[in-house]
């Protein structure tokens, strides 16, 4: 009696694994399906959509760094370069040495007009990967010279 019952207590345990583990793996493939999503609208221009199914993934996985860094260069194509320096700090806690989470953070900073801080993550960029095509004004502000272009202000009559 006593081993049916350990018999039966051990289906149920191993029943209840696989249904936790189905869940978990129907989750993990429902995630893949949405950051492939956001991706797409990310590539195609549609950023409030493109956020929106990263936000989903973040929901269930808060530290996915693709949903992280998705989201950001969404942010930072909506102008929304303060809210996507969050979600790369995010990432770049946990993977200091992720390459679009540097990389994003530098043309955030440089958006902000904080180039001095910017200039930081470019130069990690240019030790990480030194053949990746940087534009004049980046290459300006690693090397210090770049200013603010002048504007000429015309008072209103």
Do not use: W
């Not at 959509?49 to 194509?77: H, M, R, T, W």
């Amino acid at each position: 009696m006593k081993s049916t019952l350990l018999v039966l207590s051990a289906i149920c345990a191993l029943l209840l694994l696989f249904s936790f583990s189905a869940r978990y793996v129907a989750a993990l493939e429902d995630a893949g399906t949405l950051l492939n999503a956001g991706y797409y609208y990310l590539d195609h221009g549609e950023y409030s959509k493109a956020i929106y199914c990263f936000n989903i993934v973040l929901q269930s996985y808060p530290e996915n760094p693709d949903a992280l860094i998705g989201k950001a260069y969404a942010l930072i194509e909506l102008q929304m370069y303060d809210k996507a320096i969050t979600s790369l700090d995010k990432v770049l806690t946990i993977y200091p040495y992720n390459f679009d989470a540097v990389y994003g953070k530098a043309v955030a900073l440089s958006a902000l007009g904080k180039y001095h801080d910017a200039k930081f993550y470019y130069d990690q960029i240019q030790k990480m990967a030194p053949k990746f095509p940087l534009s004049e004004k980046n290459l300006k502000i690693i090397h210090g010279r770049y200013t603010v272009p002048y504007q000429t202000i015309i008072p209103h009559r």
